[in-house]
């Protein structure tokens, strides 16, 4: 089994169809790298530059989209646990 070709995440990706697609598509690639066997899951992780991209760029901007989301909704932030966007 292959593994897929994980793309940015940037922080736009939320605002129209078309990349709310690429997420979920993201997503359920995913879910399906966690149900695969342990061998296939770690040679994955070790392989897979895409996947630390994704990754990568997903830890580094997704918490900023949802903390941007939350102020626009006027809704209080979450705590802060790592670097401010």
């Known amino acids: 089994m292959a593994s897929p070709a994980f793309q940015l995440f940037l922080p736009c990706d939320d605002t129209d169809t078309a990349s ?3 997420l979920a598509g993201q997503g359920e690639d ?3 790298l966690l149900a695969s066997s342990g061998a296939h899951f770690w040679a ?3 392989q897979n530059a895409s ?3 994704f990754l990568k760029s997903y830890l580094r901007y997704a ?3 949802e903390a941007q989301a939350r102020a626009s909704a006027g809704q209080r932030p979450l705590p ?3 670097r401010p966007c």
Request: hydrophobic share 55%.
């Open 80 to 82: 802060v646990r790592h």
């Open 51 to 53: 996947l630390h991209a």
């Open 44 to 46: 994955s992780v070790q």
């Open 30 to 32: 995913l879910a399906a």
């Open 20 to 22: 709310s697609a690429l």
């Open 63 to 65: 918490r900023c989209v």
